[in-house]
């Protein structure tokens, strides 16, 4: 399991960082990654990064807001939520897998967070 931190409450328009090690898990295949799941929803991709070549990917609803970002020296893998709406308010999983052709189907990784809740008020 994942040990990811970070979250907790906000209001609009405030900013919040989740963080999520990638220790053992940063060869070249690897993609690692951000989902959320509000009560009654599905989880839904939030954004993914592949961690050899740094190339990102976003969810339409967070693009422009939020960054997916590797620190090398740490060994993590952030995202920082900027501009937050009510909206957001869900409990964030990170997770990671190896040879992920399909970085939004969070049925192809292997290995998941313990899950933050995120809140955000308006």
């Known amino acids: 399991q994942l040990q990811q931190s970070g979250g907790g409450l906000a209001q609009t328009g405030d900013s919040l960082r989740l963080s999520c090690p990638a220790a053992?898990?940063?060869?070249?295949?690897?993609?690692m990654a951000w989902f959320r799941q509000a009560p009654g929803k599905e989880r839904e991709f939030v954004a993914g990064?592949?961690?050899?070549?740094?190339?990102?990917y976003y969810s339409d609803s967070v693009k422009g807001r939020f960054t997916i970002a590797r620190d090398s020296a740490k060994n993590t893998v952030d995202l920082q939520m900027d501009s937050l709406q009510p909206e957001d308010t869900a409990v964030y999983y990170c997770?990671?897998?190896?040879?992920?052709?399909?970085?939004?189907?969070?049925?192809?990784?292997?290995?998941w967070g313990q899950g933050t809740q995120v809140t955000v008020s308006s």
């Open positions: 997770a990671a897998g190896p040879s992920i052709t399909s970085v939004a189907d969070w049925r192809t990784y292997t290995y």
């Open positions: 053992g898990r940063t060869s070249r295949m690897y993609v």
């Open positions: 990064i592949r961690w050899s070549s740094g190339n990102t």
